[in-house]
């Protein structure tokens, strides 16, 4: 058999056959398959490696004003002493280098004393621990192809309820754990043939799931998008393996090197920290891509990265939507969310959102702002022109300086443009949306 031939008869069991057709833990291994393949597509596009490297310059200028004001935090709640062993701990791969980085980074953060700084100085403290979670939310945002983002109201009060709750809970764990490690009963364990195995085990599980639990909270929490539990632990989990593996590889083979230091000398551990960090966002996102693709497989496939759409089927999109979300409303029946839009018209969400801007732009819909945030008509039905929701979808992503009127044109092609208007124009004669679904029911 042929190398081509293999090729082939690999991309139709990955990607032509019917995962309903096969056993449960084939169809979970094929579907695996699927989500890996896809996100190391999107590894080899480069846009993951490029929004890791700009997180590594926000993170190089934020990192200590983050740990300032998340010390202060933790000071108030006895648990400050634990943030230099965390940060041994997530730069142990580094080695002896990460032990330099760490005392240098927690002497810095004992120089910053919140209190005694000025007003402009604690708004830039602030801004710059701000930017960072900015940066953290856009880079996930663009890999779950969301493109609207939070307000800045909302995205503020999130951000504050992160620096202030995160770390509790995370050091609040880490304590826990370190506790129940040393205490009488595991000590008691831990001396008796064969605990001692069990209880490192316990220990290095425990760690493990705390690494996770620390990723699916920000997969969860970070996103402008409702996320699932399980495609976050899944993404997390990925992510938790990925670091763990990398750290092994890097203490190994990079950071134990003596080349760095020749080539580098005195820069030598600021060069491995900056690679170690680049690593470690590359290790989020692609845990992040993960969990997009467990929970959207649809998506997996290449034909559906690429979001072109006609305006042909802008029209026909912005009117099934606005008629699902019609006879939604008429019927007084359940609201629907962007999600059970895309399922209820087998449209990827990204394509949906193309199509919704320009209505909510124009007034014709609205996003509830409950935990939900269903869709609803921006008017009622009956004074919802179709010619109105034709218009704005076919006006989609113009703008003040290039739209039609902006465009030099000819008298024959402007009059031919207008005769094609009044001909739309006089068809719908003044249809509603409230037409279009009696019409739906009538047809059914």
Known sequence: MTLAAITNWLNTLIWETSLSSMHRWQAWLIQMLRIFIATARDISEGLPTLRAMGLVYTTLLSMVPLLAVSFSVLKG???HNQVEPLLLNLLQPLGEQGVEI???IIGFVDNVNVKVLGSLSLVFLFYTVISLLTKIEQALNNTWRIREYRGIIQRITEYISVIMVGPVLIFTGIGLTASISTS???????SMEGFGTLIWLVSKLTSFLLIAGAITFIYILVPNEKVKLKSAFTGAVVAALLWKITGWLFSLFIAGSTNYS??????AVTIIFMIWLYISWLI????????????????????????????RLREKIGLLLMLRIGQSFHRDSEKLTKQQLSKNLDIAAEALSL?????????????SCDKHRVYLPGKSLEHIKIGDIWDAVRSAQESTHLN??????DDAVD?????????INNSLEDMTLLDLVERSYSSA
Do not use: C, M
């Not at 009488?184 to 831990?190: G, I, N, R, S, Y």
């Not at 031919?416 to 001909?423: R, T, V």
């Open 184 to 190: 009488t009963v595991a000590t008691a364990l831990a």
């Open 102 to 104: 760490t005392e240098k």
């Open 415 to 423: 009059q031919l443009l207008q005769n094609i208007n009044e001909s």
């Open 404 to 409: 039609p009127d902006n465009v030099a044109s």
């Open 77 to 79: 709640f006895g648990v």
């Open 262 to 267: 020749a080539i580098y000398s005195g820069f």
């Open 355 to 367: 199509v919704i801007r320009p209505l909510e732009k124009h007034g014709l819909l609205t996003e």
């Open 284 to 311: 989020l996102l692609i845990g992040a891509s993960v969990a997009f693709y467990h929970q959207h497989p649809e998506r997996t496939s290449s034909r559906q990265q690429v979001l072109r759409l006609s305006a």
